[in-house]
């Protein structure tokens, strides 16, 4: 589509915004753990948060925000069950770094970590204080947000609008699965100089979150800390709303395929395509439900084409199906179809190497009616159990 | 408890029940797979059944049997998503056992193994026609029943009314897990000589079971053929309804511990015990929560006390709850209570120490109001994986 680019860039390709990550000493080598984002001038913000009832402090600051202009972030310690020393944490830190930037208005924090240990105050102030706010360095911020992420994950788009005008969103995430509450999170920060009320963003962004970071799981588990930042400044003076929404679905649906491919431990990355069913409240159930049972995600670490297993999860999801309608393919493979096991040696070979791909597709056609929903979800393997049995050991 | 005496014979303990295991060589090295159970007199049935809408035949064909003197169950095959067919090979198989021994009356099924396969048909009717319906063998019989399961699982009471009259109930189930719905499944046959009405029975069964089976998990799924029998001949002429009741929850929890402490892949049997929950329910949701959690049970089994993965996952169960409520302890070891972080150096160690053990409770104090709900769970190591990973290969 000639109207939108992929460029490199990440969070400082939108005109005005500047980013950089380094280390406050938290990681134990040295390695980058605070970051910042900053418009030179102030921003929109639309923001989605963790349904989780003990969200971090971080996320009860941040909710009565709606404009902004810069978010400091800090990997290795959430601030989650820290209660209002957590909050008067906030404050503090954000206080220093205003008094030195008198241009920055109404700060956010992000943070993820451990949980229950209040933040090392000193270390994020001392490095904080270093930042140049002219910096545009979204590579080093990308990497200062990663906790036990294999990879940073970023991406931006430049789009043109009919008149000509262009206008950029950038964005960067962590997140290595949906969720390690203890060590982990999922973050997102996107970046904007389109000319868009916080409203229109707000709207937009619950849409494509549905689709996106809400249907991405790796092990089910809902963190203290998740939240996604929406930023624009309006420096383009354009905006075409539905490129804007094409964009950033693009942008989410790209972070939260990278997300569970860097999932704990995981090799597979399975979309779940779920169509027929009673409505699209019970298809995303039933995706949920799949890209969540721990007997599927064995079997796909397995390299198993156990569809059995995928008509009991089903059964199990408490939606309304039956055996005789529903319909199972693995890819283009058709392993079971409206009541008849297609299950033989032929097929299983034929989904042995489906299975075998790095990513593929579960569709399952519930047969009763028009409600569709697609999940995204991985295998689980030995590595999960390491590196969550042997954190803090 | 004098009036209630733990004694031998499991499922034959009662006064006109008969049982056997055979094999008829669906298991690879000839173990036992077939099992029967009879009573010489009608019995009143009552029965609690898997709620997975894809309920595998047996289960289609046993819920509106009320009476009977006479299941026949199978392992290695679950006669699940086979439709009509799967119906009909029941009443096949059960009509040559009828017609050869015509003092069974309304016959029972209940199958657990492998899903979508038909049944081999003439390998268990063969096997069964050799059942000699006076033979007393609750162990053949308990080991018939086994799929994934490491040992059988049985036990039996005796109890005496106030008029010095004696019934009994015994019982055997198999499960090593709540669910593999590909190789297993939870099944549970309980027999007795109590002079007790269907109704009755089956009023206590369902308030049992929810406190017992309902409250154990292995991996959150629910399998298709998940079944609880319990019979009753009236033979010993007596009973005693309360003590029925205490003797079936000491019955059925024992099993349900059992089920989970042979939890594939299980090393430890861990009771979540929640209290001050907005109410039972909320109590529950909590308890399954927890029990379900990948990140609470790798937690569990790396014998890590990370209690910040105990509250974020109270927190993400949607309930009511705050942080300066919240108590949470490791037995006795308090780690987090009220808003404050108990978790030190100390109280590692002391936490460390409780979670070596075999078996012990963590307990959540939710600090709001009385609800309260008990569960039992396991934690989640490598062998979990290579269970569920490796098979059918």
Chains 1, 2 share one sequence.
Not at 82 to 107: A, C
Not at 253 to 277: N, P, Q
Not at 299 to 312: C, F, K, S, V
Request: proline content about 2%; aromatic content about 8%.
């Amino acid at each position: 589509m000639s109207n939108m680019r992929k460029i490199d860039g990440g969070v400082c390709v939108a005109d005005g915004f500047f980013a950089d990550g380094i280390s406050a000493g938290m990681k134990p080598d040295g390695a980058k753990d605070v970051a910042f984002i900053y418009s030179d001038t102030l921003c929109e913000v639309a923001s989605v948060f963790t349904t989780n009832k003990m969200a971090a402090a971080p996320v009860a600051h941040a909710k009565n925000i709606s404009k902004s202009n810069f978010i400091l972030i800090n990997s290795k310690n959430a601030n989650a069950m820290t209660g209002q020393k957590g909050l008067d944490d906030i404050d503090d830190i954000l206080h220093v770094i205003s008094e030195k930037h008198k241009s920055i208005i109404n700060p956010l924090m992000s943070s993820t970590g451990v949980i229950g240990v209040r933040l090392p105050k000193e270390k994020i102030v001392d490095a904080a204080l270093k930042f140049e706010l002219t910096c545009k360095d979204d590579t080093a911020a990308s990497q200062a947000i990663m906790t036990t992420d294999r990879f940073p994950k970023t991406i931006a788009y430049e789009l043109t609008c009919k008149d000509g005008k262009t206008f950029r969103i950038g964005a960067m995430a962590k997140g290595a699965g949906m969720i390690n509450p203890a060590m982990a999170t999922m973050l997102c920060f996107i970046t904007s100089d389109a000319d868009i009320s916080k409203d229109q963003m707000q709207d937009i962004l619950e849409r494509v979150n549905k689709k996106t970071f809400n249907a991405a799981s790796v092990d089910g588990d809902t963190s203290t800390n998740d939240t996604v930042f929406l930023l624009a400044n309006a420096k383009s003076g354009c905006v075409d709303l539905e490129l804007f929404e094409q964009a950033l679905e693009a942008i989410m649906e790209f972070l939260a395929k990278e997300m569970v491919r860097d999932g704990e431990g995981a090799t597979k990355l399975v979309t779940y395509e779920i169509s027929g069913a009673k409505s699209d409240e019970e298809a995303e159930i039933i995706a949920k439900t799949l890209s969540n049972s721990l007997l599927v995600k064995t079997a796909l670490y397995g390299e198993d084409p156990n569809w059995g297993r995928i008509a009991a999860s089903i059964g199990a999801s408490g939606v309304t199906c039956k055996e005789d309608t529903l319909s199972i393919a693995y890819d283009d493979v058709k392993l079971y179809e409206k009541g008849v096991n297609l299950f033989n040696e032929q097929t299983e070979i034929e989904a042995s190497k489906v299975m075998k791909q790095d990513s593929f597709t579960i569709y399952c056609d519930i047969g009763i009616a028009d409600g569709k929903f697609r999940a995204f979800g991985c295998d689980l393997g030995y590595e999960y159990v390491k590196i969550n049995a042997d954190y803090r050991t």
